[in-house]
């Protein structure tokens, strides 16, 4: 069956109730396959994803305009083999936009895809991607970060509570230096830290700042936090990810559906109080927002 939430904004020829196209931000944009499951264990199906992203177009779109994006698509779904995309795939309609990266090892440049619209999110959707992963810049500025991030990853023995508790060291490092920091849930077992940057900066200035960040709690906190990636020294704690501060690396977008697991996870903004709750309580469910159940409550 087509999206539910397509029906009273779009009109649809639908001849055949698996393939389908709609009208959408004056693009005509052809679905196809939609019963099928791309998280077979959940029931999700491709038309579930497509509404998803619907149902978070007008809150997810404003993080992602003018953002490139690479693509994460499964299209056997969540349990076969998934590919990155970066340039766009040749059955790309003329009307999504796109932007000319140059290539750090010379060559063309990637003509990476920009989210401008609920059009291009359905597209997207109905090209199997599950996963979105933006940049930290906006063209044309493509050295010039808006925000720094810092990606907690949990080793081995470690959970998204440990993230939690790291999250809220690096907060009050951030706040003793007069800045704010937002929080987000990965979707996985990680916790993405944003810290908006309100005049044009570059990565050459933002990455040795989050570096040093993460030094700093690793040198107050190592038995709880590291900075380097060395997987052997990682058991039982958090690395503080602060290399995602570069030109060309992409972190999972807010909103994002996550593919690494059976169930459509999202990775959510979420609040201070909701993370120090979930720690209180040690209650690392309340941080999963399943994008099969009623929508969680859209934060800007």
Known sequence: MPPKNLKSRTTADRKDSDQVTFEIDGHA?????????????AKFTK??????????????????????????????????????????????????KTFPVPRHAGGPDIQYILFQNTATLVWAANAATLELHPFLHRVPAITSPTSIVFDLDPG????????????????TVVEQLGLQLFPKVSGLKGLQLYLPLNQPSSYEI??????????????????????????????????????????????????????????????????WDELAEARKRKDVKSLYFDAHAPTPGWRR
């Open 29 to 41: 944009v052809r679905c196809s396959r939609l019963t099928k499951f791309l998280y077979p264990a």
């Open 206 to 271: 933002t990455q040795p700042f989050a570096r040093s960040i993460a030094q700093l709690i690793e040198s107050q906190h190592s038995d709880l936090a590291l900075s380097e990636m060395a997987k052997a020294q990682r058991v039982g704690k958090v690395f503080i990810d602060w290399s995602q501060n570069a030109d060309h690396k992409t972190t999972v977008g807010v909103y994002s559906l996550r593919a690494k697991t059976q169930r459509p996870f999202a990775s959510m903004p979420v609040t």
């Open 156 to 171: 081995e023995g470690a959970d998204l509570l440990q993230c939690v508790e790291v999250a809220l060291l690096i907060k």
């Open 47 to 96: 038309a579930d994803v497509i509404e998803y992203y619907i149902r978070a177009a007008p809150y997810m779109l404003p993080h992602l305009k003018d953002r490139p994006v690479t693509l994460k698509r499964y299209p056997d779904g969540v349990t076969a083999q998934a590919f990155w995309e970066k340039d766009p795939p040749s059955f790309t309609p003329e009307w999504v």
